[in-house]
């Protein structure tokens, strides 16, 4: 059974940076594409950013470009997301997710991702 743990969420100010994991089990996740999406209160999930198997691609929304990073360590099973100069606006709970697809391409869709974790919440205080 395929399982993704996100952590390393938590309370940050304006400015400050956080580092979330998302380690997956049940399947080898090195030939698979993983992304990273969000949703503040009050407002449907958004597309954070996205990174293909072979991680010579990636994806970002425009809100978090220049200040967010995705990464992948294949050995550990993990997906990364390096978060930098946080905004209170960035406050949500963050899920990762994982395609189906084998070695399928980078795709900001949500139906496209198959496997969810159980989401980690962010907050920034302004």
């Known amino acids: 059974q395929v399982q993704l743990v996100e952590s390393g969420g938590g309370l940050v100010q304006a400015g400050g940076s956080l580092r979330l994991s998302c380690a997956a089990s049940?399947?080898?996740?090195?030939?698979?594409?993983m992304g990273w999406f969000r949703q503040a209160p009050g407002k449907e999930r958004e597309f954070v950013a996205a990174?293909?198997?072979?991680?010579?691609?990636?994806a970002y929304a425009d809100s978090v470009k220049g200040r967010f990073t995705i990464s992948r360590d294949n050995a550990k099973n993990t997906v990364y997301l390096q978060m930098n100069s946080l905004k209170p606006e960035d406050t949500a709970v963050y899920y990762c997710?994982?395609?189906?697809?084998?070695?399928?391409?980078?795709?900001?869709?949500?139906?496209?991702?198959?496997?969810w974790g159980q989401g980690t919440q962010v907050t920034v205080s302004s």
């Open positions: 997710a994982v395609q189906g697809r084998l070695r399928g391409g980078i795709t900001i869709r949500e139906p496209e991702y198959d496997y």
């Open positions: 990174l293909d198997w072979s991680a010579a691609n990636w």
């Open positions: 049940g399947r080898t996740f090195s030939h698979y594409s």
